[in-house]
Structures are given as structure tokens and as C-alpha cells.
């Protein structure tokens, strides 16, 4: 053994394979799965702390706030022709306003956010300012008298990431069964901010979870003591299906994460519902995973 250990190429051996010991088994793993194995001597206090912060650090990047712009486009005419004379693009509030939610990055696809469709329909999101164009247009039409007026409310749609970078997007698909969309960074080709999986097992009853959105502009707001609850789902009168999680849920928090803490992969897209007073509860409802699963399946068919 002593002329063994003399020898060099025994001695790099030897030494190649401490290395690649060291490689396997003292490199930094994933904390998500095992937390007691991760930190068995520590309090339970520590436990939740180490954990929050693992959140904090590699899922909340993953969810951004979707802000969706609305703009008035107009056409004028003259008389009969078809070309108009004059087109214009204007802000549909003088003050900028803007409705908002939140999106998580999605793994199918490179730049893709998983949202609600309440937040980026513009039927939806815009049907009270649907409801004004007719006024506009004859606002518009009184200060151009002989001309012909057309008007559209387009809207735009901004990302914003939990460094407040922005990224115009654009919506590429709107579920039609259920409050889902899904809307894409228009330069997605250089789109890097990492995706969260969405769980494929139905076992995630009376677990906890964390909910991540932007409640009232708040972006990166993270409420750590959510519940999924008994599994209670209800069907609304527009044909949605949601599930129950216990977690307070107020405009901003729709179309965010509702994160499984137990295996850090997305459970369910979260929507705000009103009670019949027009308020919100500490009861939030979510479109659950089987429903996001079906409609991702729908749209990248030849995956």
C-alpha cells in the first residue's frame, strides 16, 4: 500500500476522487423538499425564517405585476373616403391610470406569464370604459363637425419584475372556459427570469402555501400563512371554477402565484372575488391546477 501511495498516478487517482466526493456530496442543494433534513437542530422558528427567505429569493423574482394600459385609438374620416385623414392615439384617462394584477413565469414557453383573463380581457377589464365610448365619440365629433368618427379602446400591457424592470407584452391566449390567460414578453428571445412549475398531483388539500402578488400596486407582496382548505370548489355564473384558499385577496392579488410551500411549485392562479356587498374576505378563491393544466395543454397542442 506504501508503494501504492509512492506512485503518482495512484496519488492523482486518489485525489481525483476526493474531488469529485466533494463535487457530489457537499455541493449547495435545492432546501425545498426536506426542510426537517435541511435543518434538523434548528427551531422551528429558524425552520420557517430559513424558509420564508428561500421564497423571498427564488420564487418571488418569478412573479410579476401586470399592468394593463388603456388607450383610446381614433379614426376620422371625411365624407365617404376610405383612407382616414386623420388617425390618432391618446391615453383613455388624463391621469395614466392603469388596472393591475399579477402573472407568474410559466416553463411552456420562453417569456410566457400565466395570468386571469378579468385582468388583461379588455372586454373584461374594460367594459366600463366600453360603456363610455359612444360619449366619447360624440365629445370627439362636436369638435369636428363633418367628419366621421371611429374609436376602439386598445389596451397595452406592461411587466414589471421585482426589480422594476418593465417589459411590454402582449396577450397571446384568453381561456374560454375558465378565468386564465397567458401573455408574452414581446422580447421573449431575451426573457431570463427563471419559471415556476405548476403541480401535477391533486394531493395539495389542507396544505400550506404562500400567495404572491401585488395587492393594490404592492409588487412582491408575499402572505406567508395561506391555506388550501377543505378543497370546496364553486362554479360562478360565468361558467369559472374555484377552488378555496384561505388567504386575504384584494385587487392586485388576481392572477398571482398560490405557491405549495411543500414542494415550491404553483397549485393554482389566484382570483379575486367579490362578496355580494361588493367586498372582499379573507377567504380567497383560485383557478387550481388541473384547470391551468388542461388549458396549457389546449394551447401548446404539439408539445
Same mark, same amino acid.
Given at each position: 500500500?506504501?508503494?501504492?501511495?509512492q506512485?503518482?498516478?495512484?496519488?492523482?487517482?486518489?485525489?481525483?476522487?476526493l474531488?469529485?466526493?466533494? $463535487?457530489?456530496?457537499?455541493?449547495?442543494?435545492?432546501?425545498?423538499? #426536506? &426542510?426537517?433534513?435541511?435543518?434538523?437542530n434548528? #427551531?422551528?422558528?429558524?425552520?420557517?425564517?430559513?424558509?420564508?427567505?428561500?421564497?423571498? &429569493?427564488?420564487?418571488?423574482?418569478?412573479?410579476?405585476?401586470?399592468?394593463?394600459k388603456?388607450?383610446?385609438?381614433?379614426?376620422?374620416?371625411?365624407?365617404?373616403?376610405?383612407?382616414p385623414t386623420?388617425?390618432?392615439?391618446q391615453?383613455?384617462?388624463?391621469?395614466?391610470?392603469?388596472r =393591475?394584477?399579477? *402573472?407568474?413565469?410559466?416553463?411552456r414557453?420562453?417569456?410566457?406569464?400565466?395570468? =386571469?383573463?378579468?385582468?388583461?380581457?379588455? +372586454?373584461?377589464?374594460f367594459?366600463k370604459?366600453?360603456?363610455?365610448?359612444?360619449e366619447r365619440?360624440a #365629445?370627439?365629433?362636436?369638435?369636428?363637425?363633418?367628419?366621421?368618427?371611429?374609436?376602439?379602446?386598445?389596451?397595452?400591457?406592461?411587466?414589471?419584475?421585482?426589480?422594476?424592470?418593465?417589459?411590454?407584452?402582449? =396577450?397571446i391566449?384568453?381561456?374560454?372556459? &375558465?378565468?386564465?390567460?397567458?401573455v408574452?414578453?414581446k422580447?421573449w428571445?431575451h426573457?431570463?427570469?427563471p419559471?415556476i412549475?405548476?403541480?401535477?398531483?391533486?394531493?395539495?388539500?389542507?396544505? &400550506?402555501?404562500?400567495?404572491? %402578488?401585488?395587492p393594490? %400596486?404592492?409588487?412582491n407582496?408575499?402572505?406567508?400563512?395561506?391555506?388550501?382548505?377543505?378543497?370546496r =370548489?364553486?362554479?360562478?355564473?360565468? *361558467?369559472?371554477?374555484y377552488?378555496?384558499?384561505?388567504a386575504? $385577496?384584494?385587487?392586485?392579488n #388576481? %392572477?398571482?402565484?398560490?405557491?405549495?410551500?411543500?414542494?415550491?411549485?404553483q397549485? *393554482?392562479?389566484i382570483?379575486?372575488?367579490?362578496t355580494? +356587498?361588493?367586498?372582499?374576505t379573507?377567504?380567497?378563491?383560485?383557478?387550481?391546477?388541473?384547470?391551468?393544466?388542461d388549458?396549457l395543454d389546449r394551447?401548446?397542442? +404539439?408539445?
Amino acid at each position: 500500500m506504501k508503494n501504492k501511495m509512492q506512485n503518482p498516478f495512484f496519488r492523482g487517482l486518489i485525489l481525483i476522487l476526493l474531488m469529485f466526493a466533494f $463535487i457530489v456530496f457537499l455541493k449547495p442543494h435545492d432546501p425545498v423538499l #426536506s &426542510e426537517d433534513a435541511l435543518y434538523p437542530n434548528q #427551531s422551528e422558528v429558524i425552520k420557517t425564517d430559513s424558509l420564508h427567505k428561500w421564497v423571498r &429569493e427564488h420564487r418571488a423574482n418569478s412573479v410579476m405585476t401586470v399592468t394593463v394600459k388603456p388607450y383610446l385609438d381614433i379614426k376620422m374620416y371625411n365624407g365617404s373616403d376610405i383612407v382616414p385623414t386623420t388617425e390618432m392615439r391618446q391615453p383613455f384617462y388624463e391621469d395614466n391610470k392603469v388596472r =393591475v394584477g399579477a *402573472g407568474t413565469v410559466n416553463e411552456r414557453c420562453q417569456g410566457c406569464i400565466l395570468t =386571469v383573463r378579468h385582468v388583461v380581457d379588455p +372586454d373584461q377589464a374594460f367594459a366600463k370604459e366600453i360603456a363610455q365610448l359612444p360619449e366619447r365619440v360624440a #365629445s370627439i365629433q362636436k369638435e369636428n363637425p363633418g367628419l366621421i368618427i371611429q374609436a376602439k379602446i386598445s389596451p397595452e400591457y406592461d411587466l414589471i419584475d421585482s426589480k422594476g424592470k418593465h417589459y411590454p407584452a402582449t =396577450v397571446i391566449a384568453l381561456d374560454p372556459k &375558465e378565468d386564465l390567460a397567458l401573455v408574452r414578453v414581446k422580447d421573449w428571445k431575451h426573457f431570463s427570469i427563471p419559471a415556476i412549475k405548476v403541480y401535477r398531483g391533486k394531493d395539495f388539500i389542507d396544505k &400550506e402555501a404562500a400567495v404572491i %402578488g401585488a395587492p393594490k %400596486g404592492h409588487q412582491n407582496t408575499i402572505y406567508f400563512n395561506a391555506h388550501t382548505g377543505n378543497g370546496r =370548489v364553486i362554479k360562478t355564473d360565468h *361558467g369559472d371554477t374555484y377552488q378555496l384558499i384561505i388567504a386575504p $385577496i384584494v385587487p392586485g392579488n #388576481s %392572477g398571482g402565484l398560490a405557491l405549495m410551500l411543500y414542494n415550491m411549485e404553483q397549485i *393554482g392562479v389566484i382570483s379575486a372575488v367579490k362578496t355580494s +356587498d361588493g367586498s372582499y374576505t379573507n377567504l380567497g378563491y383560485m383557478i387550481s391546477n388541473t384547470a391551468i393544466l388542461d388549458f396549457l395543454d389546449r394551447i401548446f397542442l +404539439d408539445e
